[in-house]
Every structure is written in C-alpha cells, then in structure tokens.
C-alpha cells in the first residue's frame, strides 16, 4: 500500500511538472489529468491503509477484551476481503477454546461430584470406626488406639482437602475480588502457622494492592508457608517477598531447608506429590490447592532451587478488569 502511494505521488509530481513547464493545451491537460490522478490514488491509499489500521485495531481490542472474559460470544465478520478471512479465523480460534474451555469445565464438575460422592460414603463409616476406637479407648488400655485415632484424623483431613481442591478446578466456589494488601493476607497466614511452629523465623519485605479473594488468596499462602515449615528445621528461615511493576506482582517464598532434584520440581504441585530431598509431612495436596487457587487468580506459580532451599514464585498480572469465577 505504501509504494503504491509512492506511486501515485510521483505521478502527480510528474504530472505537475508536464503542466508547468509545457507550451501545449494538449500536454498541460494530459499533466493536469495526471495530478488529479496522483492526487486521487493517494487519497484513496490513505483512506483504504486507515481503515485497515482500525480493522486491526478493533480485532486487538476484541483480543484483548475476550482474553480478559469481558466478550464471551465474538461474533463472525461478513464483509467480503482478505482481511475478513484473517478476522473470522481468529474468531473461530476464539470460539475453540471457549469449547475447549467448556469441556474442561464439564469434565472438572464430573470429577468433582464424584470425590462428593465418594467422600460422602467414606466420612459415615471413618465417623462410626472413630466414635468405637474412642470407647475402645475408655474401656481399655489399647496401645494401638491413639495410633488408631491419628490415622483416622488424617484420612478425614485427607477426604476434606481432596474435597475442596476438585471443588476448586470446577468453580464450585465464588470468589469476590477486591483489592488487598498483600502483605496484611501473608501477616495473618504467619500469624496462625507461628502458633503452629513458633520455633520458625518467618521475614516478610514488601507490599503491594492487588484485587483478589482474600480469604482463598489467604489459603493459597497459608498452604506455601506451611509447606515451607515442614521442610525445614527446627530453627528453619523462611523469607516471603513482594515485588509490584506496572505489568504484575510477584511473591516469593524461599526457604533454607534443603531445596529438591531438579527434575522433581515441576511435579511438586500435582496432588500427592513428595519430591525426592523433601521431608514428607503432609498428604501432598497443600500445593495443588495453592495452583489450582493462583490459576483462578489468572496467575502462575513454579518452583526453583535457592543457594539454601526451596524457592515458591508467584506471579499475577495487572489487569483492569477480573471476572467473578
């Protein structure tokens, strides 16, 4: 589009200097039809590359609105042009993944009713098995009872976490987004676990407003930390950081207990996962509740070693607008 616009500016140059410097009616008018048709395609040009830029501009802006959940439905062009195909493909793209996105979805609420399901049919007897171990315990002294009772308490913990992580993946729960101190969520997530581990030195630098649910946000770091306690000794560090750019805010969570194999890293947050370096303390689900509430927060989350231990990194991007979920 551009050389053609060259084009017809040097033709309208062309015929400016025919009408200019000739003697003959017959080559000035043959000049003057030339720079009015110069003129004309050059005008026509810019009018066509303007209308292209906003076409391009209304599609960004369709992206953009669709990737932020503002748009659910695109709706297909009918004009006939090359730049039509270009448009109704990223549509049809658009319109795959909120498919795709559907069926995951439904495959997630499956998934869910099931573990309801099940757990349902396992809490009734785990209660009856629990209330005779504790008469057991009354009327004997059974050495394996507490044993007995410990086991039971951590499948019932066990049920309970499998529970609200499958609930999780399939939206289950309504999240209210408004904007938190990040830094007051990760105070009261340390506050209950230095009760739990007061032997911990738990360092928090930083701060930053982020829109987000509170209460889930409050669960996802409350899993990390105490992750992080587990994993490390008695006397453990561990040092929580927020970092705020314009683009997104990012927090970190490093210990000093030791770190894992770098090729078990990327599974620390499947459910039931205990990677190889790593005290196991809990069921393993601790950090795939923390995933899976980060991701409905539209953020990331991986794992790297530090030079002493284990480094949680956290990352949410600054968006103008967030969908309920």
């Not at 306690?229 to 927020?242: L, P, S």
């Not at 750019?245 to 894992?260: I, K, N």
């Not at 194999?261 to 996962?273: E, I, T, V, W």
């Amino acid at each position: 589009m551009k050389t053609i616009a060259v084009f017809s500016g040097l033709s309208a140059a062309l015929g400016l200097y025919l009408c200019l410097n000739s003697n003959e009616v017959t080559t000035s008018l043959i000049g003057l039809g030339i720079v009015l048709s110069g003129i004309a395609s050059t005008v026509i040009c810019f009018i066509t590359s303007h209308r292209k830029k906003k076409s391009i501009l209304d599609l960004q802006r369709q992206l953009a609105e669709f990737l932020e959940g503002k748009i659910k439905s695109p709706a297909f062009s009918v004009n006939d042009n090359d730049f039509s195909i270009l448009e109704n493909t990223v549509i049809e793209l658009e319109t795959r993944l909120l498919l795709e996105q559907d069926n995951t979805q439904k495959t997630s609420r499956r998934n869910a009713d099931f573990i309801t399901d099940v757990s349902h049919q396992l809490k009734t007897p785990l209660a009856g098995l629990k209330l005779y171990c504790e008469m057991d315990g009354e009327s004997s002294s059974n050495a394996h009872t507490a044993k007995q009772l410990e086991l039971i308490a951590h499948m019932e913990s066990l049920i309970y976490s499998l529970l609200r992580l499958e609930k999780l993946r399939a939206d289950a729960y309504e999240m209210n987004f408004n904007a938190c101190s990040l830094s007051q969520i990760i105070c009261e997530a340390r506050d209950v676990l230095l009760a739990l581990y007061p032997e911990k030195n738990i360092s928090i630098s930083g701060d930053a407003a982020m829109r987000c649910d509170a209460y889930w946000m409050g669960e996802a770091i409350l899993n990390i930390i105490k992750n992080a306690c587990e994993h490390t000794c008695t006397n453990g560090n561990i040092r929580i950081g927020i970092e705020n750019s314009d683009a997104c805010v990012t927090l970190f969570f490093e210990d000093d207990g030791g770190g894992a194999q770098r090729d078990a890293l990327p599974g620390l947050f499947k459910r039931f996962s205990h990677a190889a370096g790593l005290k196991t303390g809990g069921a393993g689900l601790g950090l795939s509740i923390a995933k899976a509430i980060v991701e409905k927060h539209h953020g990331t989350i991986y794992a790297e070693n530090a030079p002493q231990g284990l480094r949680i990194i956290l990352c949410f991007p600054v968006l103008d607008g967030i969908r309920a979920i």
